[in-house]
């Protein structure tokens, strides 16, 4: 029997997921809409689907993501209702953020529960996100103005199951890395194929934990133009593709082409001497909190901190006006800005990168920051969502004024974070971990 995939916004990790199914298993059919206008997408892609699914004896189960309303779908097409029902959630609208509580969409969240009722089996990406979404149903449900509906959670519970979204981790090997990276990377264990960040001890490897206490202060140092910089430099610089997106916005369009110094060609000496280099690799929305991340890096800034930073993430058509901003007042502490729609460009600049940060006010799993481990960064997240989940209590931070302490320090030491062995372990959200439990969900025969 067939597998048919719908996928009403095919684009980010909703499109990872769809283009990974079909990939690794062939007898899937697959029906989308494009990334655009998301709630627009939630209010009428069903009706857009019962149009261009042609009827079929050979469809065993229907996987969709929460964007769809299942059950508008399942009421107009009766034929689809009779398939296995997989829903998934990436994230769930009952504690989505918005920037005023009146902004909250009541139909959003109520479309996602009602989908939840007609499936078969609700999949979600973390406990966090599970829990989150059946703990805020009756509450939500108390938006109602009367005859409210009760023990929905109940309904929905025992249908429910965590599947931690599959990551095709890339192999690091192939891509230009600092020297502390290639120690690193050389002793690490195959994973999915590839190379990654597990199962060492620091006596292995020479990399120390990051417990040093004391750091050394430096003069600023800074990145310097593409017209300044010898050719032989910049023909391993990783540029900012300006290809038009009608959903993308490249902002500071003259600073398109960062300057990118190819540390696999520095001495050892210059190599050591090289600023901290931070990476922010989050879609430039409100959700993400960006206002934060550019408080944090001002102020190392205003008190002479050398760093480089990246900031990476997709961006649609409303971006936050603080991005602009920030753009001008780090000046020449850029090396990247804005989207890369090449993977291998992206996880060039990950593989070259030291700290990775999220300031987000929204995650419900976060594969950007696990692919930046996957690739040597150390991870900076808020101790809150799905983080402490995934990652050890060492790498969460409380506050903005915990984040912007421990990146003072590392502007300080950079050399510290960068021998620092990551303590977690990402192979479990890893393809080849979780493919047979997919295949399982999709009801593959082996």
């Given at each position: 029997m067939d597998i048919l995939i719908i996928e009403a916004f095919y684009g980010g990790s909703h499109k990872q997921l769809v283009d990974l199914l079909h990939e690794e298993f062939k007898n899937c059919v697959v029906f989308s809409l494009p990334a655009k206008k998301w709630h627009w997408r939630a209010r009428t892609a069903a009706l857009h689907f019962m149009q261009s699914i042609e009827a079929s004896d050979q469809y065993g189960t229907l996987f969709t993501s929460s964007v769809l309303n299942l059950a508008e779908l399942v009421a107009l097409r009766p034929d689809l209702g009779k398939l296995r029902k997989v829903l998934?959630?990436?994230?769930?609208?009952?504690?989505?953020?918005?920037?005023?509580?009146?902004?909250?969409?009541?139909?959003?969240?109520?479309?996602q529960v009602l989908s939840c009722l007609v499936a078969d089996v609700v999949v979600f990406n973390s406990r966090y996100n599970m829990e989150s979404f059946l703990t805020s149903i009756n509450g939500f449900m108390r938006l109602i103005p009367d005859h409210r509906p009760t023990k929905l959670e109940g309904l929905i519970r025992p249908k429910c199951q965590v599947l931690h979204f599959p990551i095709r981790f890339p192999d690091v090997n192939k891509f230009?890395?600092?020297r502390c990276k290639h120690v690193q990377f050389q002793n690490r264990t195959a994973v999915d194929g590839h190379t990654g960040l597990f199962g060492l001890s620091t006596s292995d490897?020479?990399?120390?934990?990051?417990?040093?206490?004391?750091?050394?202060?430096k003069e600023p140092t800074f990145c310097p133009?593409?017209?300044?910089?010898?050719?032989?430099?910049?023909?391993?610089?990783?540029?900012?593709?300006?290809?038009?997106?009608?959903?993308?916005?490249?902002?500071?369009?003259?600073?398109?082409?960062?300057?990118?110094?190819?540390?696999?060609?520095?001495?050892?000496?210059?190599?050591?001497?090289?600023?901290?280099?931070?990476?922010?690799?989050?879609?430039?929305?409100?959700?993400?909190?960006?206002?934060?991340?550019?408080q944090v890096l001002l102020k190392l800034k205003s008190i002479h901190l050398s760093f480089h930073v990246s900031v990476l993430g997709e961006t649609f058509t409303d971006v936050p006006g603080v991005f602009?901003?920030?753009?001008?007042?780090?000046?020449?502490s850029v090396l990247h800005?804005?989207?890369?729609?090449?993977?291998?460009?992206?996880?060039?600049?990950?593989?070259?990168?030291?700290?990775?940060?999220?300031?987000?006010?929204?995650?419900?799993?976060?594969?950007?920051?696990?692919?930046?481990?996957?690739?040597?960064?150390?991870?900076?997240?808020?101790?809150?969502?799905?983080?402490?989940?995934?990652?050890?209590?060492?790498?969460?931070?409380?506050?903005?004024?915990?984040?912007?302490?421990?990146?003072?320090?590392?502007?300080?030491?950079?050399?510290?974070?960068?021998?620092?062995?990551?303590?977690?372990?990402?192979?479990?959200?890893?393809?080849?971990?979780l493919r047979g439990k997919f295949r399982a969900l999709l009801e593959l025969q082996y």
């Amino acid at each position: 029997m067939d597998i048919l995939i719908i996928e009403a916004f095919y684009g980010g990790s909703h499109k990872q997921l769809v283009d990974l199914l079909h990939e690794e298993f062939k007898n899937c059919v697959v029906f989308s809409l494009p990334a655009k206008k998301w709630h627009w997408r939630a209010r009428t892609a069903a009706l857009h689907f019962m149009q261009s699914i042609e009827a079929s004896d050979q469809y065993g189960t229907l996987f969709t993501s929460s964007v769809l309303n299942l059950a508008e779908l399942v009421a107009l097409r009766p034929d689809l209702g009779k398939l296995r029902k997989v829903l998934y959630f990436h994230e769930n609208q009952l504690v989505y953020p918005v920037r005023k509580s009146q902004e909250r969409d009541f139909q959003y969240g109520y479309n996602q529960v009602l989908s939840c009722l007609v499936a078969d089996v609700v999949v979600f990406n973390s406990r966090y996100n599970m829990e989150s979404f059946l703990t805020s149903i009756n509450g939500f449900m108390r938006l109602i103005p009367d005859h409210r509906p009760t023990k929905l959670e109940g309904l929905i519970r025992p249908k429910c199951q965590v599947l931690h979204f599959p990551i095709r981790f890339p192999d690091v090997n192939k891509f230009i890395m600092p020297r502390c990276k290639h120690v690193q990377f050389q002793n690490r264990t195959a994973v999915d194929g590839h190379t990654g960040l597990f199962g060492l001890s620091t006596s292995d490897t020479g990399i120390t934990d990051l417990t040093a206490n004391s750091y050394l202060d430096k003069e600023p140092t800074f990145c310097p133009s593409q017209e300044e910089m010898p050719e032989s430099l910049l023909q391993n610089s990783v540029e900012v593709d300006t290809s038009d997106a009608s959903e993308r916005t490249i902002l500071d369009h003259e600073h398109d082409h960062k300057c990118i110094t190819p540390y696999s060609i520095l001495s050892a000496t210059e190599e050591e001497q090289r600023p901290l280099h931070i990476v922010w690799p989050h879609r430039w929305e409100h959700d993400k909190d960006p206002e934060t991340l550019f408080q944090v890096l001002l102020k190392l800034k205003s008190i002479h901190l050398s760093f480089h930073v990246s900031v990476l993430g997709e961006t649609f058509t409303d971006v936050p006006g603080v991005f602009s901003e920030a753009r001008k007042e780090l000046g020449t502490s850029v090396l990247h800005w804005g989207y890369l729609p090449s993977k291998d460009d992206y996880f060039q600049v990950l593989c070259k990168a030291d700290v990775v940060v999220s300031t987000a006010k929204h995650e419900f799993f976060g594969v950007a920051m696990l692919e930046a481990v996957h690739c040597g960064c150390y991870p900076l997240c808020p101790k809150a969502l799905v983080y402490p989940e995934i990652f050890p209590a060492e790498y969460l931070y409380s506050t903005t004024e915990q984040l912007s302490k421990k990146l003072q320090n590392f502007c300080k030491r950079p050399d510290i974070v960068r021998k620092h062995l990551y303590k977690g372990d990402t192979t479990q959200y890893s393809w080849k971990a979780l493919r047979g439990k997919f295949r399982a969900l999709l009801e593959l025969q082996y």
